[in-house]
């Protein structure tokens, strides 16, 4: 697609955005915790995108390429909504998470340093690899490795979590 995009053919720039919106909206909503946030960002991701035709080239997937994009407009669309948020200590577990505080599983997650979250998250829910995490977020694949082990180890620990590691 990305070569057809670079030859002038708009129809793949259209299958592009068919193909990646729902991730991309889902990831924003996630950073965001707003949907008309999520929705602006989603725009503003696919016009980011398009800008870099012709002459993009893509070296890894479109989802390690969108990742800091969506997040880095999603720091800034919160930024705007919310003046003065700090973009250190921003919460990369999102709605979904912060909606189900009953559920222990979901409650510990949120409680994971951030740094770990987000790698756990990138892993586990939106089914990326540690070479794409590492990548995504500008880290060695070693620090991702050291995060999630970190992360998984911490869940381990926490007795009432036991049973979902047996």
Do not use: C
């Not at 995490?133 to 180890?153: F, L, Q, Y």
Request: aromatic content about 10%; cysteine-free; proline content about 4%.
């Amino acid at each position: 697609m990305v070569a057809a995009i670079n030859a002038g053919d708009l129809s793949a720039f259209d299958a592009l955005f068919e193909r990646h919106r729902d991730w991309v909206a889902r990831l924003a909503m996630r950073f965001t915790s707003n949907s008309s946030d999520a929705l602006d960002v989603l725009q503003e991701t696919f016009t980011y995108l398009f800008g870099k035709f012709p002459g993009f080239v893509l070296s890894a997937k479109m989802t390690t390429f969108l990742y800091p994009v969506v997040r880095n407009l999603s720091i800034a669309a919160r930024k705007r909504r919310l003046p003065g948020l700090p973009a250190e200590g921003f919460d990369a577990a999102g709605p979904e998470l912060a909606s189900n505080d009953d559920d222990e599983f979901l409650s510990m997650i949120r409680r994971l340093p951030e740094i770990q979250r987000e790698v756990l998250l990138m892993r586990f829910v939106h089914d990326m690899s540690l070479a794409e995490i590492a990548g995504a977020i500008g880290i060695p694949e070693g620090t991702v490795k050291s995060r999630m082990h970190n992360a998984i180890e911490t869940l381990k620990g926490d007795e009432r979590l036991r049973k979902y590691f047996d």
